[in-house]
């Protein structure tokens, strides 16, 4: 039995390609399902499965990185919402691409496809890939953060954020006059900010730099961020603390 391993960083998405393969392919097995590069890639060398279903923006390893990885071990389906780069680089290399939002139709076509290809060796898609990368339009960074307020839905310019925490199934967004609770992600946040701006800080913490006005050491050793126009503190975690040893 042909095995496939899905990674798609939208589980609600990641469920529904599983559920429409199951109906389109009910003879293919879904090994692993995974929703960043890294699990992902430790899927693939673990699993060994014969068809990927990748995301190209996976975070931690991308889609293209995770291809260039698997070399000819696997017929490669990617996942792709930028179809005016993808699409044609795709098509010229012979692989396949489904996407967002899901169409059934092309869903349908790529597990013919794929059915076709089971037989042969898988493609290279080294230069594929490196095309793919080059074509890809640079995302421009958030501007601004929508939050639920009421009745009233308020926008919060990057700019006036002094930090993002993440505070169980939420993430605090912190301005100089209080808080306010999103739904989104912190890695999410973290890949759309300026990373010249924005610094994760700690394993739940993200800061603004323009809003720090000092660095001090404790007397443990580890690095506290004092605020321009807040009281707290923000501690720096081991892992993060190397950046700021540089400046």
Known sequence: MTRALIAEDEPLLCDEIREELGRVWPDLAICALAHDGHAAHRAIENLRPEVLFLDVQLPGLTGLELARLAGRRAHIVFITA???????????????????????????????????????????????????RQLAPAAEPLRWISVLHGREIRLITVEDICYFRADNKYVAVVTVDGESLISTPLKDLLAKLDPAVFWQVHRGTVVNLSAVRSLSRDIDGSLSLHLKQRPETLKVGSSYAGRFRQL
């Open 82 to 132: 930028f179809d005016h780069y993808a699409v044609q680089a795709f098509d010229e290399g012979a692989v396949d691409y489904l996407l967002k939002p899901l169409d059934s139709a092309r869903l349908v076509r790529a597990t013919q496809r794929l059915k076709e290809r089971l037989g042969q060796v898988p493609a290279d898609l080294g230069k594929l890939v490196d095309r793919a």
